[in-house]
């Protein structure tokens, strides 16, 4: 049962590179999210997804960009990378947007430098 | 005013100690309280969930909501050197759109020492 799967797990981009970061879920769960986790901030969301072809953004969208062509996936794209976006990216997914239980997958640290 | 509020800590407990955490929230709309743990270097977990006001009980481990003051808290008994992570409240508005997200406290750190 893989629940949640992010990859890469770490990363070192230098500032103005871009790259993708994947997320893929099997529980067939419609709603999805992306949060970034910096020290002393707590976890503040991206990005949000409510099903297949429908995104929307969250508290810190900017720089970052997403798309959900498939139910299973939901990769958060950096644009043009710069060291205010060093952070620890989590996607999670559930069932029902904000009622059940969400799970997370085990994190990709970025470093840009 | 961040919409929740959780004092980061670091709480440093023995092992035995009954632990208290707590969260205060300005969003009267809230109607789902969860708490999360998260070991280092790990995703977060859902620990406790509760809807509306009132307790819950499992295991060591208490949740409560005060609606009325905009209160949750969370409380181990029996605290173990296993339950030294950092944890998370988050909550939620019944609805749709934006306001249906789990919004998160900033997390305390625990740690219980043998």
């Known amino acids: 049962n893989a629940g949640v799967t992010q990859t890469p797990k770490f990363q070192v981009l230098k500032t103005g590179q871009s790259m993708t970061l994947q997320c893929a879920q099997d529980?067939?769960?419609?709603?999805m999210s992306w949060y970034r986790q910096d020290p002393g901030m707590g976890l503040r969301l991206i990005h949000y997804?409510?099903?297949?072809?429908?995104?929307d953004q969250g508290e810190v969208p900017n720089g970052y960009n997403v798309s959900r062509s498939t139910t299973e996936d939901f990769p958060l794209r950096l644009l043009s990378a710069a060291p205010s976006q060093t952070s620890v990216y989590f996607c999670?997914?559930?069932?029902?947007?904000?009622?059940?239980?969400?799970?997370f997958g085990q994190g990709t640290r970025l470093t840009v430098v | 005013q961040k919409e929740v509020e959780q004092d980061p800590g670091p709480l440093s407990v023995p092992e035995g100690a009954i632990v208290s955490l707590n969260c205060t929230y300005s969003?009267?709309?809230?109607?789902?309280f969860m708490w999360y743990r998260q070991y280092s270097r790990k995703g977060p977990e859902l620990l406790m969930y509760?809807?509306?006001?009132g307790n819950k009980e499992d295991g060591r481990f208490t949740a409560q909501v005060d609606k009325s003051s905009k209160y949750i808290s969370l409380f181990i008994r029996d605290s173990q050197p296993s339950d030294s992570a950092t944890y998370l409240c988050?909550?939620?508005?019944?609805?749709?759109?934006?306001?249906?997200?789990?919004?998160f406290g900033k997390g305390t750190k625990l740690s219980v020492k043998p």
């Open positions: 999670a997914s559930s069932y029902m947007l904000g009622r059940t239980e969400a799970f």
């Open positions: 988050a909550m939620s508005a019944l609805g749709g759109g934006s306001q249906g997200n789990l919004i």
């Open positions: 969003n009267s709309a809230f109607q789902y």
């Open positions: 529980m067939n769960h419609e709603y």
């Open positions: 997804s409510v099903g297949a072809g429908i995104t």
């Open positions: 509760t809807y509306s006001s």
